[in-house]
């Protein structure tokens, strides 16, 4: 069963920046697509960027793209999801997620296996 733990997350200032990281609980962690989403108060639960097992293909929700960056270490079985340029509108707790093999996909339903979630607050 694979377990994810998120961390990094915290208090920012609006236009400053922060790294979530997710550490995977097994050695097959690099066949995974890993995903990021995330869950503002009385919203539903959006996608946010994902990357295949490779690293080889990232993919982010449109609104997002150009201020978040995802990344991997295979060797250190982490995902990583660099954020810049925070806005309060990016307040929310961050959840990575797994789903096994090599599909990229943005919907919540695909992904097997998640973290507990990490707090993002940005301040304006």
């Known amino acids: 069963q694979l377990q994810l733990v998120e961390s990094g997350g915290g208090l920012a200032q609006a236009g400053g920046s922060l790294r979530l990281s997710c550490a995977a609980s097994e050695r097959t962690f690099s066949s995974y697509t890993m995903g990021w989403f995330r869950q503002a108060p009385g919203k539903e639960r959006e996608f946010v960027g994902g990357?295949?097992?490779?690293?080889?293909?990232?993919y982010y929700a449109d609104s997002l793209k150009g201020r978040f960056t995802i990344s991997r270490d295979n060797a250190k079985n982490t995902v990583y999801l660099q954020m810049n340029s925070l806005k309060p509108g990016d307040t929310a707790v961050y959840y990575c997620?797994?789903?096994?093999?090599?599909?990229?996909?943005?919907?919540?339903?695909?992904?097997?296996?998640w973290g507990q979630g990490t707090q993002v607050t940005v301040s304006s």
């Open positions: 997620a797994a789903v096994s093999g090599t599909i990229s996909s943005t919907r919540i339903q695909d992904y097997a296996y």
């Open positions: 990357i295949t097992w490779s690293g080889g293909n990232t």
